[in-house]
């Protein structure tokens, strides 16, 4: 086949002739015939839709007909443990630590007995329904609980509420009785050992199971006997804004004021270039850079206020009275609010000479008006010398000494046997002396406790052992591990009103786990947690 082919050049036709198969041929006619067939049926597919086949449901059809996938929404799927992985196994008991004896304590333990019954090693089976919602952890923890409900209950006498003040704050017992003091409506003021008290989120922690105005300080606080009876003292009274004579005072105000201005003028003259220290201006430089020293000081002090003139004190003290200081402060109010809002377009914020302005107003006496100005409102911690500012806050008082709860410490029962052993003041001042530092703090801060509970009238009990002098709680009764079982329970919201701090080391999966724990819980400053052992 031929095929002629022509080409316009240069105002001519160019004929050519070119041979084509005849294969090549259909293949092109196919091409045209594809696509006009594509064409045409995009056209009618435009105006047109397909039909949707639906397939009918058998007669007898229902959804228990579809099973499941095998992983999908039928029984759960388990997935294959790996054999290599470990299994841990059921803990059966679980047991405190006893520090005297250097072993894991069979007293103070809990385990699981006949029916999912709780034993426990001191008191005997638990109530079945406390069993139920009690983490078996806390259980160890039952004795120093109830000891604590017992020194609560024995120092309220009769369930009065007002301050209580505890010794070893984070220790089992000492813990116990803060919860359980503060869920009781008291105020309560607990010191942290010196074990605990280097730590200062466990202090804050201990704070926060306080409530108003009750707080947790450090043992180095409570060795400041003036500055712990202060606390104790606004704890106990409430922070009174209105027991400060205002009116008395008002005028101390305006005298330290005074004496503040003359100090500021005879420091900073008018014969200096700036309000700075003298020893600024002095050239202590190279002698090459003197020549420069005196223009550069000049830029350098335009950024400071003035010196002042001198102020005559007779007449500062004559006609600069309680009203031209409050008028002062609107002044510096106005001033400050300027500067740090950036400026409100009538007020200088590059320059203000407070000792000029006292000047002028003792030269001449601004007009008092009792009215503020237009503009000018009462902030609540604004400082004005005529007029009480009130309260901000209601004012909580946690009432009278309650009585005190004295947590046994090592260092602190060390000390206090040192201490009784010794017969004359000598002696016991020797003894205090040959004893550690710990020692001597322990006994310290509980003295502070005890002292101040003391002249107040009110009981002191020792929990954790017995100490010199003090009397010891007694037995609980069943009324006191009742009330610590309660405290331990789980609401429905997951919280209780006793709270621990404990570190599970599990010996029924790792045997070697007992001993170790012996040896964290003997550890000098072991840390601010509660180890137990579980088997």
Known sequence: HHVVKTTPYG???????????????????????????????????????????????????????????PHGFGEQHEEELDPMAYVRKPVSSVHSIDLSKGAI????????????????????????????????????????????????????????????????????????????????????????????SGHDEMVDTVKGLTSEPGTAVAEQYALCKANFRDLVEKTVSGDDFTSFDFDSNQYQFLADFKANVLDYVEAYPSDLPAAVDSEQLKFTGKEKDRANFQANMNAYLSQYQPGADPIDPAQLEANFNVEQYELFKKKFITQT?????????????????????VNNMCMQPESTDDAKPEGLVAYPFEFSIKNESAPTTPMTKGGPIVGAIIEVTPDLAVACEAVAAAKTLREKAEALQFLTEPQKSAFG???????????????????????????????????????????????????????????????????????????????PLSGPRQIVVTK
């Open 11 to 69: 105002g001519k036709t160019i004929i050519t002739m070119l041979s084509v198969s005849s294969s090549a041929l259909a293949r092109l006619a196919a091409r045209s015939r594809t696509a006009a067939a594509a064409s045409s049926a995009s056209v009618r597919n435009m105006g047109m839709q397909a039909r949707e086949e639906i397939e009918e449901l058998p007669p007898n059809f229902s959804m228990d007909a579809v099973k499941a996938p």
């Open 105 to 196: 304590s069979a007293l103070d333990s809990a385990a699981f007995g006949p029916g999912g019954s709780v034993v426990h090693g001191r008191f005997g089976n638990v109530d079945a329904s406390a069993a139920e919602t009690v983490p078996l952890e806390y259980l160890a923890f039952l004795r120093p609980a109830s000891e604590g409900a017992a020194a609560l209950r024995e120092i309220s006498e009769g369930g009065k509420t007002g301050t209580v003040l505890v010794y070893g704050a984070s220790r089992p017992a000492g813990l116990s009785a803060v919860q359980l003091a503060t869920a009781s409506g008291n105020a309560v003021v607990a010191v942290v050992d010196g074990q605990h």
């Open 337 to 357: 609010t300027a500067v740090i809002s950036g400026g409100d377009g009538v007020t200088n914020t590059d320059r203000f000479a407070p000792a000029e302005i």
């Open 445 to 523: 801060a509980a003295s502070s406790i005890i002292g101040l509970a003391k002249k107040a009238g009110a009981a002191v009990r020792t929990v954790g052992g017995s100490l010199p002098g003090l009397d010891a709680v007694e037995k609980p009764s069943e009324q006191d591990i009742q009330t610590a079982l309660d405290g331990m329970e789980l609401g429905d919201d997951g919280t209780s009103k006793l709270n621990y701090f404990i570190q599970v080391y599990r010996a029924s999966d790792y045997p070697i786990y007992e001993a170790y724990a012996i040896h964290r819980a003997n550890e």
